[in-house]
């Protein structure tokens, strides 16, 4: 009870006193205190009748309130206090034991996976998998369900056995899951002393910091005390991540095999972590129809929104930036989040949950011979395991495929070599297991990863092939979220997040047709009077790529294509901020493209701003000369330029393809710094690295 509330009691000091100390009093204290009563007190004159009434009931009121609290807590569950850093980074601890989990169930072997497209987290299913053929019972679990510090704990468990699958994210970060872990092994007190781990790192050849965090994992876990029982492991998605995996695994359950003295064993080779179980005359309220956590959650939408509860919003501009005779297509998306009150920041992330195409999802269940629309469960056969189904259930085999598993990507070997004893002519057989062996991996890549083949073309050209719809549910992975830069600034868009996306599509060296999940499902829904889409949404901070928190400090933004995007959206900012009359500092954008009359993205709104004065604009398209330029072929004309702001304190942004334009624009980065700063490469590349630890130089890449 607050003192401010207590305006009808007169101003006296007693009164005021007596009531702040039966503020803080229990009930029993109250009963029992020698207060003066209230004939006493009207004796005195300290009360009239009005203020009696009041007291009265003002008295009644604590007591009723103390009982209530009292009762809630003998009947409510203790919510442990969320921190302002838990706040920011959205990561609330829910303090699970991983030695208990351990002991309770009997696992030997716990695989950690730090995941943010999935990839790691279907590596570690793999891998607690083929831990049943050396008679090692092993679990899966993502750090960020876990207390962290039990991990000094596990020494205790008999010969346990550690594994840590770590993807990089972005440029060298530790993936959203796993920053509670980094931030453990990192620490200089942490003792692991008697833990026994292996590491497999994911990346990415193209990034600066190539498997940073696989390699900090290793070294960070050996420097705080624990042993290693198996070499690093790196595995590289620009190249062939899955025969990386094969051949760090094949080592690895060498090492174990000798370490622990357990041998392989080829009986149960299929084994099935899911048992179906089909529902008749089930209420719909309680089936999923495409939620990612919650159960009903799109039709009764509550914050906040993230991962597992995405906001349904409505899509409300999608057109062609492209000219009609342009050979590309890049659609700008507005979808409207006034009524989830989501707040973003230019650089920031929007995360799109798309939907499988209808038409593949009708082909599967034609060549299967199922009825899309029965009601199942994939119950986890494992009665310990934190994960009791592969995706949201009960749902329907049509919702499962359209939107909870990825049928589009071409299966792993690990899928392909499971699927092959439903093949019930021995050559198709015999070929499956071929490729999906360590022997022929080389004809694994070119026929599936080079064909691009997904599942439905390998039923299709495997006519014998015919596998249970669950147990293909349980082998493909899941269909992620896809993230695409925020193209527009809350200071001009605050209701709406704006999108700019190129369209994949495209013919495979076998000729047949394909297409990227979200773009080209984003190509059907044109919003009008009559037709209204929404898609599921949610936003992710991205803290490493930030405007200057003064808006005088000059920006040098470098974005070709769609990596104009983030830039859009920081343009806007400083233009809203120039309009409200403030000073903004200056700011460069390189942007290129293809053709001018053709894919020159927002060309009409850039040069607007240039007429303002809020940048000074900077062209390169590629195919309308003989000689290709590109826009590090602008900023060497522009060397001078650039060094004087960077010695001014400018800030520099690359967003865009990481392959090759941001290699070609670090390498002319060095070149002006070398050539302007009068430095040797070492020292030039010093100074790149200052400027990236006080993040005056920011990249937002993609392979």
Known sequence: VSTQSTGSFKTNYNTTYQIQLLSTMSEDQILESDLPDVEDAVEEGMFNTAD????????????????????????????KPISLQQLK????????????????SGKKMVVFYGSQTGTAEEFATRLCKEARYYGISAMSADPIEYD??????????????????????????????????HELIKNEDTDLHGLNYAVFGLGNTTYEYYNKMGKDTDELLEKRGATRLSELGLGDDDGNIEDDYMNWRESFWADICKRFGVVKSEDNLHIRNYKLQEHENMHTSKI????????????????????????????????????????????????????????????????????NNSSVVEQIGERLSINLDQVISLDCIDEFSSKKNPFPCPTTFRT??????????????????????YAADENEKAFLLKISSNEGKNQYNDWVMKDQRHILQILEDCPSLQPP???????????????????????????????????????????????????????????????????????????????????????????????????RGFIQHRAAIMREGRECGESLLFFGCRHEKKDFLYEEELKEFEKEGVIKLYTAFSRDSEKKVYVQHLMEQESLKI??????????????????MARDVHKQLLDIIQDYGKMEQTEAETYVIGLENSFRYQKDVWS
């Open 52 to 79: 009696i009434v009041v007291f009265f009931l003002f008295v009644v009121g604590l007591l009723v309130f103390f009982f209530y609290k009292k009762y809630q807590e003998s009947t409510t569950v203790t919510i």
């Open 288 to 355: 999923f129809k495409g939620e990612m956590g919650y159960l009903g959650s799109y039709s009764n939408q509550k914050p906040p929104y993230d991962t597992k509860n995405p906001f349904m919003a409505d899509l409300t501009v999608n057109y062609n930036l492209c000219s009609e005779d342009s050979d590309r297509v890049v659609f700008h998306c507005e979808v409207d989040v006034s009524k989830a009150r989501i707040k973003y920041e230019p650089g920031d992330h929007i995360a799109i949950y798309p939907e």
């Open 469 to 567: 719809i669950d147990y293909l549910l349980e082998l493909l992975p899941r269909l992620q979220a896809r993230y695409y830069s925020i193209a527009s600034s809350p200071k001009i868009h605050a209701r709406s997040i704006h999108v700019c996306a190129a369209l994949v599509r495209y013919k495979t060296r076998a000729g047949r047709p394909a297409e990227g999940v979200c773009t080209s499902w984003l190509e059907k829904m044109i919003p009008s009077e009559t037709d209204q889409f929404k898609i599921p949404v949610f936003v992710r901070r991205n803290q490493k790529f930030r405007l200057p928190r003064r808006a005088t400090v000059p920006i040098i933004m470098v974005g070709p294509g769609t990596g104009l995007a983030p830039f």
């Open 400 to 421: 499962a495929l359209t939107h909870y598993v990825d049928i589009t990507t071409p299966p792993r070997t690990n899928v392909i070599k499971d699927l092959a004893q």
């Open 89 to 104: 980074t959205g990561i609330i601890e829910s303090g699970l034991d991983i030695v208990k989990r351990m002991t309770d």
């Open 148 to 181: 962290v510090e039990t991990l000094k704990e596990l020494k205790d468990v008999e010969d346990h056995i550690a594994v840590f699958l770590m993807a990089t994210y972005g440029e060298g970060e530790p993936t959203d899951n796993a920053i509670q872990f």
């Open 643 to 660: 060094w004087e702001l960077l010695e001014s304190g400018a800030h520099i942004y690359v967003c865009g393809d990481a392959k090759r």
